[in-house]
């Protein structure tokens, strides 16, 4: 990592795992990750967005679980957050290119949430633009074999966190 990168803070973010009455998780296809192989040939990943200066953890939760999922908060029950913030440095080839190259990765709060709606109730394309373009249920313990390498270890992490609530 270079001295400029090395200097660059964290984006303050929220991280949602969401989980059905069967204990099944929400994952989504990314729009933005088209194109870019791994050894399944695609990344999915739990809804995660940055934290509004000045919003509270729980409100901005909710805020990115609406405009990713369309999932609407009569729909979901908070149940656990974790006990720590989480982070991640972004790969150096990344760097410069999200966020307008303000931050060298995330920070992150992530929240364990009850779905209590039906899958009617998720809408990819309640926010414009949308940012995922499939979803899909998943076994928890999929999650870390799912998303992109450098979130991996953040994956483990909330994954034992959350795994006896789930």
């Not at 400029?4 to 998780?25: D, H, I, K, S």
Request: hydrophobic share 35%; glycine share 10%; net charge negative.
């Amino acid at each position: 990592m270079s001295d400029e990168t090395a200097n660059l803070p964290y984006r303050p973010c929220v991280g949602v795992m969401l989980v059905n009455g069967q204990g099944l998780v929400f994952v989504g296809r990314r729009i933005d990750t088209r194109g870019q192989p791994d050894e399944g040939g695609v990344y999915w990943q739990m809804p995660q967005g940055g934290i509004d200066e000045g919003e509270d953890i729980h409100a901005a939760a909710y805020r990115e679980l609406t405009e990713e999922t369309g999932v609407l908060p009569e729909h979901v029950t908070l149940l656990a957050q974790t006990r720590e913030e989480l982070f991640y440095d972004l790969p150096e080839d990344l760097i410069g290119k999200l966020w307008k190259g303000r931050f060298r990765g995330q920070r992150q709060h992530w929240v364990l949430a009850r779905f209590g709606g039906d899958d009617n109730h998720i809408r990819l394309d309640a926010h414009d633009p949308a940012e995922f373009e499939d979803w899909k249920w998943v076994d928890p313990e999929l999650l870390p074999d799912l998303i992109v390498p450098f979130k991996k270890r953040v994956y483990r992490t909330v994954l034992d966190e959350f795994r006896d609530l789930i």
